[in-house]
Structure formats: structure tokens, C-alpha cells
């Protein structure tokens, strides 16, 4: 189960790139500058799945969670979502403006890249990359907290809808020490 939520998490950092390029094809579509032909039809339909099921993952795994939540508190925080968002987006360039989908090569390399991206995505828990987290005003911030009832600090990596205050206690649900998200009291 928690690879699949794991797929789910990494389909939806890709949600945006997965509605560019549909709206290009779609452009391209209606212009008449590509004929409505089986790939063009498997493309869109692969676009919309992968949109889909990108963004039902991401409210699984941020409102259904079976995750166990922690209350802590805040000691430090640093905002770093600029860090990594602009890494993917050149990702995102790549995939909406140089690849033809209406080529079956270049259809079979967005297929194995997007694979490929996957594999090293979901390995190394890179699932603080998501800029629909950061389009949907999600904040991603490197914390120092104390659980309440320890006197140990620790480190953890959290998503945050908004401006995240210290000395103050979150109920937070870690997935792990990369990727979690703080519940609203």
C-alpha cells in the first residue's frame, strides 16, 4: 500500500506538466496543426489518467492518510520550497516544449523518462519535490521540533499550507523524515 501511495505522490508533482503538454496538444488539435489520429487519442487520454489519478493521490495522502500524528512543537523553521521548485521546472520545460508527443519515439521516451524520473523519485524519497504542493500554497520547511512529552529535538522536513509560526504545536503526520504534513487543530 505505501508504494502505491508513493506512486500517487510522484504522479502528482507532475500534474502541471501533465496539463501543459495536454494543452498543447490540444491547441495543436483544434488548430489542425495534428490530425486526431490513435496516438494523438492514447496521448490525451494518458495525460488525463495520469492527471487524475496524480491529483487523488495527493488528497489521499494529505486528507486520508492513515499516517500516525504527532504533536510537536516548532523550535526552528526555514521556508526552502524555491530550492527545489525550480529544478523541476526545468523538467517541466523539457517535457512541454521539446518533446513531440505525436511521435511515437518521442511518446515511448516521455513514457521511460517518466519512469525513470519515478524510480529515482520515489528510492531516494524525494516527495518534497512537488510543485502542485507549492502551486496549491503549500510551504515546504526544514524544521527543529520537540515532540511533545520528549525532551529530544529532532529534524523533519514538513508541508504546511500557509506561514508556519515557532514555539508553537502543530499535530503533524510524518511519513517520513523527508515528507509529512501538518493536520489543522
Avoid: W
Avoid at 38 to 63: A, E, K, Y
Avoid at 79 to 106: C, K, M, P, W
Avoid at 158 to 168: R, W
Wanted: charged share 15%.
Amino acid at each position: 500500500m505505501n508504494l502505491l501511495k508513493d506512486l500517487f505522490l510522484y504522479l502528482s508533482a507532475f500534474v502541471p506538466m501533465y496539463i501543459l503538454i495536454a494543452l498543447r496538444l490540444i491547441i495543436d488539435l483544434i488548430n489542425d496543426n495534428l490530425s486526431f489520429n490513435v496516438l494523438n487519442s492514447v496521448n490525451l487520454v494518458t495525460l488525463v489518467l495520469l492527471t487524475v489519478l496524480g491529483i487523488v493521490g495527493l488528497i489521499v495522502n494529505i486528507h486520508h492518510s492513515k499516517d500516525v500524528s504527532k504533536e510537536i512543537i516548532i523550535l526552528k523553521k526555514q521556508n526552502i520550497t524555491d530550492r527545489h521548485f525550480l529544478g523541476y521546472f526545468s523538467l517541466f520545460v523539457l517535457f512541454a516544449l521539446q518533446l513531440e508527443l505525436s511521435y511515437v519515439s518521442d511518446y515511448c521516451l516521455f513514457i521511460v523518462i517518466t519512469i525513470f524520473i519515478g524510480i529515482v523519485y520515489i528510492k531516494n524519497s524525494l516527495y518534497y519535490i512537488n510543485p502542485l504542493l507549492n502551486i496549491l500554497g503549500y510551504n515546504f520547511y526544514d524544521i527543529v521540533y520537540l515532540e511533545v512529552g520528549s525532551q529530544k529535538e529532532a529534524e523533519g522536513k514538513i508541508f504546511y499550507k500557509g506561514n508556519l509560526a515557532v514555539n508553537k504545536s502543530y499535530l503533524v503526520r510524518f511519513k517520513n523524515d523527508n515528507f509529512a504534513f501538518v493536520d489543522k487543530k
